[in-house]
């Protein structure tokens, strides 16, 4: 193991944001993490997975530890189910499609999600009607101050809409390094319900689709919708749907009739914060190297040479205006550091 010093981290997140780690290092084995752990138990600790959900707007202090723990494999199976386990630094889609090539159901519809695996269950992360939480069942994390590792339940982790235990609870006490998924072998749940996905299937005449065709109709929209951050600095979907209480969405909708909502229970409505900042006139959108995709209002991009802090400031300017436009608060959904 070797500790880097004035680290550019660059590389390390899809913004393409330059700035620098005070100490870097990578672990590929939960030995060698125990052991830094351990050599460094007072220094305050930055992890660091795909680097695809946060934004820097400032260089980082801390020592930060890259989990780049790799394997997968098959745990335990029946006739009709697999429980498949990742180690933290694979990468999100890569396995999803190596559960869709083995012909396991429940990930398809979250192909091309960028990321990796470890940081999946933080933030709860779903596309196209299915979330993380559909499809998990534990995952193993190592207490930062004790190196004890602890198995989290699905009840355990907590989950809510991007929302889990790791992010309010236990924040920054534990690192995840390997995910337990139930999957289907056969009887797929077919969900192509939500988006565009039925669409695109029905331009590829495609009326009885496969694991791969879901997983290909995803990949086909995504990609025509969001920039590749390798050729455009995004971290994907920046802000959250806003979910509203029904009472106060009525008084809302009142007064803007075309505004578009999804229910998501008896008691409450989510909106689609893309189609609140498209509305307000933000969608393709520069303001010097920051800016707002032209194809997708949710998605800020870094046009070259931003720094974190100018995309933090169009976040704002859109929040700001969303608030003053229609009474309703919009969160962001990556991580500001």
């Known amino acids: 193991m070797e500790i880097h010093t004035d680290f550019s981290l660059k590389n390390y997140n899809t913004f393409g944001i330059e700035a620098k780690a005070k100490q870097f290092i990578s672990i590929h084995s939960n ?8 050599q460094y138990p007072n220094d305050e600790k930055f992890i660091l997975g795909g680097g695809s959900n946060m934004l820097l707007t400032k260089d980082i202090e801390a020592l930060v530890i ?59 992360i779903g596309a196209y009607g299915t979330e993380v939480k559909d499809t998990f069942i534990s995952c193993q994390a190592m207490e930062i101050s004790t190196q004890e590792t602890k198995t989290f339940t699905k009840d355990d982790c907590h989950f809510g809409y991007r929302e889990s235990i790791f992010k309010n609870e236990a924040k920054n006490r534990y690192i995840i390094t390997s995910v337990v998924f139930k999957l289907t072998k056969k009887n797929h749940k077919i969900n ?31 990609k025509n919708k969001l920039p590749d951050p390798k050729e455009l600095g995004n971290s994907g979907s920046f802000f959250k749907n806003p979910i509203l209480l029904k009472t106060d969405f009525q008084k809302i909708h009142q007064q803007f009739p075309e505004m578009k909502y999804y229910d998501v229970s008896e008691t409450e409505v989510k909106v689609p914060a ?12 520069r303001f010097g190297d920051a800016g707002i995709h032209k194809n997708q209002a949710l998605v800020l991009v870094n046009y070259g040479h931003a720094t974190g802090q100018e995309i933090l400031n169009v976040s704002r300017n859109i929040q700001e205006t969303i608030l003053g436009t229609f009474g309703i608060r919009i969160e962001a959904e990556v991580n500001i550091i």
């Open 274 to 285: 893309g189609w609140l900042i498209e509305q307000a006139g933000f969608k393709g959108k």
């Open 66 to 124: 890259h989990v780049d723990l790799k394997g997968r494999k098959i745990i335990n199976e029946n006739e009709d189910s697999v429980w498949v386990e990742s180690q933290a630094g694979e990468n999100w889609h890569e396995f999803v499609l190596w559960t869709i090539n083995q012909n396991f159901g429940g990930l398809e519809n979250m192909s091309l999600i960028p990321g990796n695996v470890g940081t999946t269950p933080v933030q709860n």
């Open 31 to 38: 030995d060698e993490l125990k052991t830094i752990l351990q």
């Open 192 to 222: 192509i319900s939500y988006g565009d996905i039925s669409t695109e299937l029905i331009k590829s005449n495609i009326t009885n689709p496969t694991l791969k065709d879901v997983s290909n109709a995803v990949i086909a929209i995504r």
